[in-house]
């Protein structure tokens, strides 16, 4: 699989002038927003952790896309979170559960009427952020796209998606989803967005902790089936109880028609715990569980599954929280 010889360096100045596009969070959701939008021409900078991290980025010259054969670096600027240059709009694509303190640490940075862009998975963060920065305007955002990391810097670009964006507020949409149109980025302006996020975590909490418990890929979860769909009629109940009504409609057939279309694909709590990192376990199960607690609302067996996710986790040395 070459890659291009030398890196793609960007220009200082667009052709354009356009709102820089700052990344917090260099996963890779955050790698493949940041490589589509530097390939359309539109500025972007890198936010990341550290010194340290800075540092790696650097000798590395950049981020690398790879797509089917064909790999390309961009040179794109990076930063660290005290760097002392404004933001107007802010991409936070980090785990659910650095969401909140990564903002913290740029939240005075903020320009006045800055915008966010919360594209985590789960429930829960968006708001811990939206309440960190009210002076901001939070947009929330689900996304079906499928990328990994093959290396540090370098995503693979695994399967075209969808990106929902919309705020609580059911505002206009912004001007600047052109700019996502430019980018390939497939996209929709959602008036209900949190019906999206509810529609998604059902989904995630369907298979991900199954894959998990299973040891498989998404398609090993048909020798299952009676199990998801037990899980899917407790999670539209809960739906419905969260005043999520639409979220609900003919769950169990998505969410059985998303096992078989990435029958191949390993979900990415499944990925997270085999590899030995943290899960969003407190973001999906977790807020689910809490949800029906909360409602009076009995889930005996998501709350079984919780149980033994949380079980496996600790077995494994892997927080579970």
């Known amino acids: 699989m070459p890659d ?3 890196p793609q360096h960007l220009p200082d100045t667009p052709a354009r002038a356009s ?4 990344i917090l969070g260099a996963g890779s959701m955050g790698a493949l927003w940041a490589t589509r939008l530097a390939r359309a021409g539109l500025p972007v900078k890198l936010i990341l952790r550290n010194p340290d991290r800075l540092s790696a980025y650097n000798a590395a010259q950049g981020l690398t896309l790879v797509e089917g054969e064909h790999a390309q670096t ?3 600027s990076a930063q660290t979170p005290d760097t002392n240059e404004p933001i107007q709009r802010l991409l936070v694509a980090c785990k659910a559960y650095d969401a909140e303190q990564a903002v913290a640490q740029i939240a005075g940075r903020l320009a006045p009427g800055a915008e966010l862009i919360l594209l985590q ?5 968006q708001q811990a952020v939206a309440a960190l920065v009210p002076q901001a305007h939070c947009i929330f955002a689900s996304s ?5 990391r093959e290396d540090d810097w370098r995503v693979v670009f695994a399967g075209l998606g969808h990106t929902w964006l919309g705020d609580t507020d059911q505002g206009q949409a912004p001007q600047w989803l052109e700019e996502l149109q430019r980018s390939g980025i497939a996209h929709e302006w959602s008036p209900n967005i949190l019906s999206r996020l509810w529609r998604k975590l059902a989904l995630n909490c369907a298979i991900n902790p199954l894959t998990v418990l299973y040891d498989c890929r998404n398609g090993g979860l048909q020798a299952h089936g009676e199990e998801v769909n037990t ?3 407790e999670l539209g109940a809960l739906l419905e109880h969260c005043g999520q009504a639409d979220a609900a409609v003919d769950l169990a057939a998505e969410v059985n028609r998303v096992i078989l279309a990435t029958a191949n694909n390993f979900s990415s709590m499944h990925q997270d715990a085999s590899q030995g990192r943290r899960t969003e376990i407190s973001y999906l199960l977790g807020y689910a569980c809490e949800a029906a607690r909360s409602r009076q609302l009995a889930v005996p067996h998501l709350q079984h599954m919780h149980q033994r996710l949380t079980q496996y986790l600790k077995q494994h040395g892997l927080p579970c929280d």
């Open 121 to 125: 998975n789960g429930l829960g963060s």
């Open 74 to 76: 961009w040179a794109i």
């Open 19 to 22: 709102t820089t596009w700052h």
């Open 231 to 233: 899980l899917c009629t």
């Open 4 to 6: 291009s010889a030398m």
């Open 144 to 148: 079906t796209e499928g990328a990994f």
